[in-house]
């Protein structure tokens, strides 16, 4: 069983930075992507960003191109998402996700069959 844990989330002031983490675990972890996703209130979960475990190709959101950045650390199963420059649109519930189901960089939800939780971002104007 996979489980994934995310930290890192918070209230700022928009300009801010906040880098997220997510930690891995379970005793086969091979996933083929891990991504972050952000839902905010009254709309529906939207993609932000993905990497391919094994190659760390990227792919991210044209919204947030050029403001945030994923990366992985395979030997810690975790994975981040620097953001910059937030602005208080980015204000969301961010969630992990991991697929061991499509390989490459999947950027759907129904790509990904394990979610973490789920960590707060909260800009401010």
């Known amino acids: 069983q996979v489980q994934l844990v995310e930290s890192g989330g918070g209230l700022v002031q928009a300009g801010d930075s906040l880098r997220l983490s997510c930690a891995a675990s379970g005793r086969t972890f091979r996933p083929y992507a891990m991504g972050w996703f952000r839902q905010a209130p009254g709309k529906e979960r939207e993609f932000v960003a993905t990497i391919s475990w094994s190659g760390g190709v990227t792919s991210s959101a044209p919204s947030v191109k050029g403001r945030f950045t994923i990366s992985r650390d395979n030997a810690k199963n975790t994975v981040y998402l620097q953001m910059n420059s937030l602005k208080p649109e980015d204000t969301a519930v961010y969630s992990c996700?991991?697929?061991?189901?499509?390989?490459?960089?999947?950027?759907?939800?129904?790509?990904?069959?394990?979610w973490g939780q789920g960590t707060q971002v909260t800009v401010s104007s």
């Open positions: 996700a991991a697929s061991t189901v499509v390989p490459g960089t999947p950027r759907l939800v129904s790509q990904y069959n394990y």
